[in-house]
């Protein structure tokens, strides 16, 4: 397929340098991780000083400066890696967490951080989910308190990614209780450690295995002052603010997924003979698979839309939240086909497809479900 149309050569030479990252560095070791359910910190470190976990960041604190589409391109590249896990692992580091530290931060916060998570020595992990309060954000019940020079935390978050081996938790609690809803909510900056933080049950996933997923627990969890991330009481708009690159990327994970399944998918059915044919020369087949290759780069360039609007500072709420529903349901279709395909093979855990069908099931319902994501275009129509 053609590359989208704002994709510069400085981007196209970053997303090579990806693709060979991910070949050599990503897919030979990828199942290890996943029987181990963590990605280890040298491949993080790695990525750390190849730039690959910065792009997004300001120069002076060590990262690129690039925009949108860098990130885009970054998740494209290690969605194609077929490890989801994986792609969570990075992506909520530098696109989902990580950002709210660049965007919030004041000169200190950010001089104290951020170079070290450019370099991948700290890794960021956001916890706004709670046992309560999925979707509906403003229904968090985490309580902080100021007190003296500290606010105390008390509450607990669920479903938290990179919640064992994070470094630095970005979390969302309520300030205000006598305002209800959104308003009330701000978010502290919480590094691994601290007194009365600790990480609960590591969560057993369907999918995502080499991602590790906490529940994280706040008992009179003191945290100074200086942690407060922006302002006191304004951490709903900065998470609402936030959600628009989560999901971009989310969406760029699932296009990559979706394109190498059929990529996969189509040297399979090339190669398989049924009935004195190959399965490609079933006509059915054939068609459907380019029925989802269209869908997959429609769904593509919508991302690459997206991202060019965000870089050029437009609003893409409705764009962003059609892109994120759209690409979930087409990841899903597609590797629900692929599998159909890949016939028995497509069942076993030594396929690749198996593995990734696991792994697309959660990106209609993470970052934004997609009956949450087309209220927001709903209600924009
Ligand atoms: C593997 C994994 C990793 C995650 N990582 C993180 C993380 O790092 N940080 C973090 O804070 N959270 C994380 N989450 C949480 C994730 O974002 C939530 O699971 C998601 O927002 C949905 O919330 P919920 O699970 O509470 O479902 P609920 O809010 O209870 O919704 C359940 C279902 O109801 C439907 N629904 C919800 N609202 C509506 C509506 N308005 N109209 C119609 N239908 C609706 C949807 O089908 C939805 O799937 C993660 C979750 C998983 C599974």
New binding site residues.
């Given amino acids: 397929m053609h590359d989208p149309i704002h994709l510069t050569e400085d981007l196209r030479l970053i997303r090579d340098q990806l693709r060979r990252f991910v070949a050599e560095a990503v897919v030979p070791h990828g199942e290890a991780w996943e029987a181990n359910g963590m990605v280890p910190r040298e491949v993080l470190r790695e990525m750390g000083a190849l730039g690959f976990l910065s792009m997004r960041h300001p120069e002076e604190h060590g990262g690129s400066g690039l925009g949108a589409m860098a990130s885009l391109i970054l998740a494209e590249e290690l969605g194609r890696s077929t490890f989801g896990g994986f792609s969570?692992t990075v992506l909520?580091h530098t696109d989902?967490?990580s950002p709210h530290l660049v965007r919030y931060g004041n000169p200190a916060q950010k001089a104290k951080y951020l170079p070290a998570i450019c370099r991948g020595e700290i890794i960021t992990?956001?916890?706004?989910?709670e046992p309560g309060?999925?979707?509906?954000?403003a229904g968090l019940a985490t309580r902080a308190v100021r007190d003296g020079e500290d606010y105390v935390l008390n509450g607990t978050?669920?479903?938290?990614?990179?919640?064992v081996h994070g470094d630095l938790f970005f979390v969302?609690a309520r300030t205000d209780p006598n305002v209800k809803g959104s308003r009330g909510i701000s978010i502290f900056m919480v590094e691994k450690g601290a007194p009365g933080f600790s990480v609960g049950r590591r969560?057993d996933?369907h999918?995502?295995r080499c991602?590790d997923?906490a529940e994280l627990v706040f008992t009179d969890c003191r945290v100074a002052r200086a942690n407060l991330l922006g302002d006191e009481n304004r951490g709903f708009y900065a998470i609402m603010d936030n959600f628009q690159n989560e999901r971009l990327v989310l969406s760029g994970m699932a296009v990559g997924e979706a394109g190498k399944a059929l990529e996969i998918t189509l040297s399979y059915l090339k190669e398989r003979q049924a009935f004195g044919a190959t399965l490609w020369d079933k006509q059915g087949i054939r068609q459907r698979l380019a029925m989802l290759s269209a869908q997959v780069e429609a769904t593509r360039q919508l991302a690459y839309h997206v991202a060019w609007l965000d870089s050029e500072g437009q609003d893409c709420v409705a764009e962003v939240s059609m892109l994120k529903a759209m690409s979930a349901e087409v990841a899903n279709r597609v590797l629900y086909d692929c599998v159909q395909f890949h016939g028995g093979m497509g069942y076993m855990r030594e396929s690749t497809i198996e593995r990734m069908s696991r792994d697309a099931r959660?990106l209609?319902?993470?970052?934004?479900?997609?009956?949450?994501m087309?209220?927001e275009v709903a209600k924009r129509l």
């Fill in positions: 969570a909520v989902m967490a992990a956001v916890a706004v989910t309060a999925g979707s509906d954000v978050k669920i479903f938290i990614t990179n919640g969302a969560l996933k999918g995502w991602s997923t959660i209609p319902i993470g970052g934004g479900a997609t009956e949450v087309l209220e």
